[in-house]
């Protein structure tokens, strides 16, 4: 007879072995791990599941969620269902400031339970702003403005009792870096990030336990001018939100006895001004070290001489919690050469053009100084040019205390640069002193691609770092000049290639709000977001204001993420308004537009006055797409009245379009690769003019001996289209174009990022007009999308958002021989590699769990392809479906797949 405790072990033995088949991995709460501060009261969860089965969908699940106290507040039991992303809570109301943990089981199709996951935790920020007790304060002294030194504020308190838990709640009208007894709260820079300040205020919560201690304890923060109050665009313009800079903390402190205690900004608190002379976003800082009060942000400090400070009366009612990733140091570099320039400039090469800024060790005298320039490329003579950062000063300026070492790094601006300029140093400087530190948004790399050319795979580098470099909070046209703004048709055209290399769900959703916060009330959209161009010629621009159509589609296409549809649909639905109410019989031929914003021609005519493609048609094309755009929007979130009445409104729009822009026999009138590649890409031709035009775009690209002539909204689309009509073979022609205009061009020049103009720097390497020329502008990166999508083929089904129904279709072009790519899901790793060799294709395919894909095999018959070495018709994991245009379609589940094509 077995005994009891023999047959429990055996039990549980044997429950470990049947759910070591499945696990759950990466819980997630709002796209994040275990967040602090959120205040949606009923946040969504997302799991990924692990299996080495093939085939594996989730079949049920059952979440726990408990209180501090170990309550639960939710307890689903198991729910039948296959969703394991964007879960939506549904348990007791959520408290404010409490910390809840979470857990989740799952079930699979083969009858696998899997253990109870680790696990994770969320932190709620503030439910109701009445819970803010802080008092607004800004410096006591008189005189701060733009342009002086940055305030610094403290307090000293006591705490009596052993300490459980604190949380910091934080946010400035500036800039804000808080410390607690000498130590930086939280490792995130730019704070509070950069929204419509206005109507729209993010704070940030911090977990600041291990900053506090029983006893006398000292908080303190400095404040920069930032976006806030500082200059911004190009001109004077300053104090677009305010004059102020102020500071409104709270800390949230809760003892081991169960009992807690509140420290607030108030008028208990101190202030004087701080060693940073001066602070601005674009012209950057002077740090004067032998200022330094040392100490000021422990306690003990005397601060006796410092001012009161006054009390302002904001309010609270714009404060919301972060809901994006903030912005954080990534790695760092020292420079890869030192260079003494033609004028005899003393020059770092870090090798990257990249933004962030330098950290620099020095050794002088007190009252020494050095100044760091910063710039993007060296000119024809090999100087260093700055003119392209138009009115930006761009310079790190240090006054030296005469310690013997002192570190330096700015606080509250950013550099795009790839060179630094140094002057003002009297001693000996060691390169390996300058380190240059990367800033941005805290976003994950999401995506690879890589293929066997190296060109390419320098291009695929180049639209990473313009990502990188320009998505600090907000997505920016460029992160060097006096500009760095959110222009909106920027990030339109590349939101579907940002969403490949990195998670940018959250990033987009905030700045989505803003968008809708700054939106006229007739339904314009700024062409600025956050909106501090505020002209009534800056709004509604065709191409542009489609940005509040189009980045919420691509996000439910990529996250599946409903919420931010439901969110921004009524800005969505006013967008398409404010188009139908300047419209004249359905025609949007008014107005100021940009057009294809800097398409190639070799003269200088930035908003293309003389531009090829008529405005008006490209206008109408974005009216269509938008419009269509809502539709499908309106279908998910099922609102029929408004599918129907739409519908109607795009069939007369496209009648419209055929009216106006074809002839009687159904040409396009404007005959430019941008009439061609919108018209194709939005469906404005009926289907039986479609192959003709397309058969136009192909000659028209062949007559510029396989040339771009398009500007920023010609060019994203122009591979999508060509392969969608069977012209991937010019598309592939287009990508490995290296004369200008083309994406090779700069990368032969040497570029490491994207550059604003085809042709930034010329051959005979003097430069475009100084006005418009940066060499880190994200725009024609957007060919990212067709190089992840189409060529390696990695794209989700409408119809199962989130790549929960995957499609894999590569397109297989004369130049490369191998490409990889692999995007990491919300369900986990999606991966495809296609490769020649030997006398076959083949193709390696990894599915992510409870995902199902259909994969499009370049093959003619079933009978050329095998998988693990066995005939496809064989292998039982796979289904195949059929054959279309040179597409064998096989459908299959998650798991690695290794298919063979005889060619
Ligand atoms: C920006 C662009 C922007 C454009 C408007 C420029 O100054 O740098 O990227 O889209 O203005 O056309």
């Known amino acids: 007879m077995i005994k009891i405790s023999s047959l429990y072990f055996f039990i549980q033995v044997f429950c470990l072995a049947t759910s070591a088949q499945i696990k759950t991995q990466m819980l997630r709460i709002e796209s994040l791990t275990n967040p602090v501060g959120l205040d949606i009261k009923q946040p969504r969860f997302s799991w990924q599941l692990v299996s080495s089965k093939r085939n594996t969908l989730q079949t049920a699940y059952e979440i726990i969620v408990e209180d501090n106290s170990k309550h639960k507040v939710w307890a689903t039991g198991k729910i039948v269902s296959g969703q394991s992303i964007q879960v939506d809570y549904k348990g007791n109301a959520l408290k404010s400031n409490q910390r809840y943990e979470w857990r989740v089981r799952i079930w699979d199709n083969y009858g696998n339970t899997s253990a109870w996951s680790n696990p994770a935790f969320w932190q709620t920020g503030f439910f109701d702003t009445a819970e803010w007790k802080a008092k607004w304060i800004q410096a006591g002294y008189s005189g701060d403005s733009v342009g002086q030194p940055c305030p610094l504020f403290r307090k000293q308190f006591d705490l009596n009792k052993k300490i459980k838990s604190a949380t910091a709640y934080v946010t400035a009208h500036g800039l804000y870096e808080a410390k607690i007894n000498g130590n930086r709260v939280g490792d995130a820079y730019l704070t509070p990030g950069w929204t419509s300040y206005n109507k729209r205020l993010q704070y940030q919560a911090y977990d600041v336990t291990a900053l506090l201690k029983k006893g006398l304890n000292t908080i303190g923060a400095t404040l920069g001018s930032g976006w806030y109050r500082g200059r911004l665009a190009s001109g004077k313009n300053k104090n677009l939100y305010g004059r102020d800079i102020s500071l409104l903390l709270q800390l949230e402190i809760t003892f081991t006895d169960g009992t807690s205690t509140t420290i607030t900004t108030d008028e208990s608190w101190k202030s004087t001004r701080s060693n940073i002379l001066t602070s601005e976003i674009y012209d950057g800082e002077t740090i004067d070290a032998s200022n330094e009060k040392n100490g000021w942000a422990s306690p003990g400090y005397n601060d006796a001489a410092w001012d009161n400070v006054k009390v302002a009366t904001f309010g609270y009612s714009n404060l919301t919690a972060s809901c994006n990733e903030p912005v954080k140091k990534q790695e760092s570099y020292h420079p890869v050469k030192v260079i003494i320039t033609p004028k005899g400039e003393h020059v770092l090469d870090f090798g990257q053009n990249l933004v962030g800024w330098i950290q620099v060790k020095l050794h002088g005298k007190k009252g020494d100084s050095i100044r760091i320039y910063h710039a993007e490329v060296l000119d024809k003579a090999g100087n260093f040019y ?80 313009s990502q990188r470099g320009n998505f600090v909070d907000i997505p920016s046209d460029c992160p060097q000049r006096d500009e760095r703004l959110g222009w909106v048709g920027d990030a339109q055209v590349f939101s579907r290639t940002a969403a490949f290399n990195m998670g940018v769900n959250n990033f987009f959703s905030k700045w989505m709000k803003d968008l809708a916060a700054d939106q006229r009330e007739d339904g314009a959209v700024p062409v600025v977001v956050p909106n501090i161009l505020r002209r009534s010629n800056t709004f509604a621009a065709s191409g542009w204001g489609d940005v509040s159509t189009i980045i919420p589609w691509d996000m439910y296409l990529v996250y599946a993420d409903k919420k931010i549809l439901e969110t921004q649909y009524p800005s969505m639905k006013a967008w398409v308004e404010y188009i139908r109410n300047h419209s004249n019989n359905d025609l949007w031929d008014n107005g100021f537009h940009f057009g294809d914003w800097l398409f190639y021609r070799p003269d200088d005519d930035y908003d293309g006055t003389a531009a090829i493609t008529n405005k008006f048609l490209i206008a109408q094309c974005f009216y269509a797409h938008s419009t269509q755009l809502l539709i499908n929007t309106a279908r998910v979130l099922d609102k029929p009245a408004d599918v129907a009445s739409y519908t109607a409104l795009l069939q007369r729009i496209k009648k419209a379009f055929l009216d106006e822009y074809t002839t009687a026999n159904g040409e396009l009138v404007s005959a430019t690769q941008t009439a061609y590649v919108l018209a194709l890409n939005y469906d404005m031709l009926p289907e039986v003019l479609r192959a003709r035009t397309a058969k136009r775009l192909a000659l028209n690209i062949e007559n510029y001996d396989f040339h771009l002539t398009t500007g920023f909204l010609g060019t994203p689309y122009i591979c999508n289209v060509l392969s969608r009509f069977g012209y991937s073979n010019i598309a592939y022609k287009l990508l490995f174009q290296n004369t200008a205009p083309s994406w090779l061009y700069p990368v032969k ?119 693990s070495n066995t005939p496809i018709d064989a292998v039982k994991d796979i289904t195949v479906k059929g054959k279309k245009d040179d597409y064998i379609i096989v459908e299959m589940g998650s798991g690695n797949y290794y298919f063979r094509v005889a060619q």
Do not use: C
């Open 386 to 465: 700055t003119a392209n950062l138009r009115s930006a000063k761009a310079t790190a300026t240090y006054i030296l205390n005469g310690d013997a070492e002192e570190i330096f790094e700015p606080h509250f601006t950013f550099f795009g640069f790839r060179y630094i300029k140094i002057e003002g140093s009297k001693t000996a400087l060691q390169p390996t002193d300058f380190t240059a530190i990367v800033l941005h948004s805290n976003l994950q790399q999401t995506g690879h691609f890589t293929t066997s050319d190296t060109l390419i795979n320098q291009l695929q580098h180049n639209i990473f770092w």
């Open 749 to 867: 020049m040497g570029a490491t990022t994207i550059w604003e103009r085809w042709d930034g720097q010329k051959p005979d390497s003097t430069f475009q007009t100084v006005g418009m020329n940066s060499f880190n502008h994200y725009a024609y990166g957007a060919v990212g999308d067709w190089m992840y999508r189409v060529v390696a083929g990695l794209d989700t089904y409408e119809d199962g958002p989130g790549y929960k129904h995957i499609k894999i279709q590569p397109h297989i072009g004369e130049g490369l021989t191998r490409v990889t790519a692999d995007l990491q899901t919300n369900y986990g790793k999606l991966s495809n590699q296609w490769k020649i060799e030997n006398g076959y294709l083949l193709m390696d395919v990894e599915i992510p769990v409870n995902t199902t894909a259909t994969l499009y095999i370049p093959a003619k018959e079933w009978k050329q392809v095998t998988e």
